[in-house]
C-alpha cells in the first residue's frame, strides 16, 4: 500500500524564479478545481475547491473563501457584472468586469518576477500564490479526449491532510505513493525511481535513478528543490538548483501531464489584512 508521509501539518504559499531555459510550463486555461494558474480564468459563478473549502467568484461580483473559520471577501460586490478572476504573470490575482475593467486585484510583491505562478486553494482552507516556477518536467503533447479522461488510480491519502495533484515543502512520497492528475501519476517508484507516467502510454519522464538505491524517497525542500534520496540519506537525483529564497513551496501535476514547482508564497489569504477592494480609478 502506497504510502505518504508529511512532516510539517502547516502548509504555506510558495512562488519560486524561472530558472530554466529547456522547456516553458504553458498557459493553463483548463485545469485543477483546486489550483489556478497563470493565464486561467474562475469565471462568474465557479470556484476553487478542496473538501469542505471553497474559493468563489461570485454572480455579484464578490470573490469569497468559505473555510467555516476565518475566511476572505474581496468586498467588490456589486461593482460589476460577469464579473472574471484570473492570475497574472506577477503573481497578483485580478477581478475584472464584463467590460474588461479591473476592481481588484491582490498586493504584487516587492520582488515579483515576471514568470507562471499558481494559487492553491490549500488543505488548511487558505488560498495561496506561489511562484514563479522553479522546476518542471518537460511540455507533454496532449488531447481533448485525454482531459476529458477521469483521474487514474487517485491517490491514497494519509490520514494528515494530502492533496492528490500537490506536494508541500517537507513532504515526501515513498513506495509507490504517488500524485494523480486526470490520466497523468507522478510516482516515487520502489525501485528508486521518480517517474510522470501517463496512462496507456506509460513512462513520459523519469529521474534514471531505477536500482540505484533501496527505501527511495523524494522531498521537496524550502529552497523548492525536489531530490531523491535513499534511506541512508545520499541524493541520487535532484530537479534544478534550488532557489535563492528560503520558504514554502508546492510542486503541483497538472493535468497537461506536466510537473511544476512554484514558489515561494507571494500572497495569501491568511496574511491578507486588508479586505478591501482596490478600485482602478478610471
Excluded at 455579484?60 to 492570475?87: A, E, I, P, Q, W
Excluded at 486585484?105 to 495561496?128: E, F, H, I, K, N
Excluded at 488510480?153 to 490520514?159: I, W
Aim: hydrophobic share 40%; with cysteine; aromatic share 8%.
Amino acid at each position: 500500500m502506497a504510502v505518504v508521509i508529511s512532516p510539517s501539518s502547516t502548509f504555506l504559499i510558495l512562488s519560486s524564479v524561472l530558472l530554466s531555459t529547456l522547456f516553458s510550463p504553458p498557459l493553463a486555461f483548463a485545469q485543477e478545481n483546486n489550483a489556478l494558474l497563470t493565464g486561467g480564468v474562475l469565471a462568474t459563478d465557479r470556484q476553487l475547491s478542496y473538501l469542505e473549502f471553497s474559493f468563489v467568484m461570485q454572480d455579484d461580483c464578490n470573490l469569497v473563501l468559505y473555510n467555516k473559520g476565518s475566511g476572505f471577501t474581496s468586498n467588490t460586490h456589486r461593482r460589476g457584472v460577469d464579473c472574471s478572476l484570473t492570475l497574472n504573470d506577477l503573481g497578483q490575482l485580478v477581478i475584472r468586469t464584463s467590460n474588461n475593467q479591473t476592481v481588484w486585484t491582490s498586493p504584487v510583491s516587492a520582488t515579483a518576477r515576471r514568470g507562471s505562478y499558481a494559487a492553491v486553494l490549500r488543505p488548511d482552507g487558505q488560498v495561496a500564490v506561489y511562484g514563479p516556477a522553479l522546476w518542471w518536467t518537460p511540455a507533454l503533447r496532449s488531447n481533448a479526449s485525454a482531459a476529458a479522461d477521469a483521474d487514474a488510480n487517485g491517490l491514497r491519502l494519509a490520514k494528515v491532510p494530502m492533496v492528490k495533484n500537490v506536494l508541500f515543502s517537507s513532504q515526501i512520497l515513498y513506495d509507490n505513493a504517488e500524485l494523480a492528475s486526470r490520466d497523468y501519476t507522478f510516482v516515487m517508484q520502489n525501485d528508486c525511481n521518480l517517474a510522470l507516467v501517463k496512462a496507456a502510454q506509460g513512462v513520459k519522464w523519469q529521474s534514471g535513478t531505477s536500482g540505484n538505491g533501496h527505501n527511495c524517497f523524494v522531498r521537496l525542500d524550502h529552497q523548492g528543490q525536489l531530490a531523491v534520496l535513499d534511506d541512508q540519506y545520499n541524493t541520487l537525483w535532484t530537479s534544478n538548483p534550488a532557489g535563492s529564497a528560503r520558504g514554502d513551496y508546492v510542486l503541483l501535476l497538472q493535468i497537461n501531464g506536466q510537473a511544476v514547482v512554484y514558489g515561494p508564497v507571494v500572497w495569501s489569504t491568511s496574511s491578507a489584512v486588508h479586505l478591501h477592494a482596490l478600485v482602478q480609478e478610471s
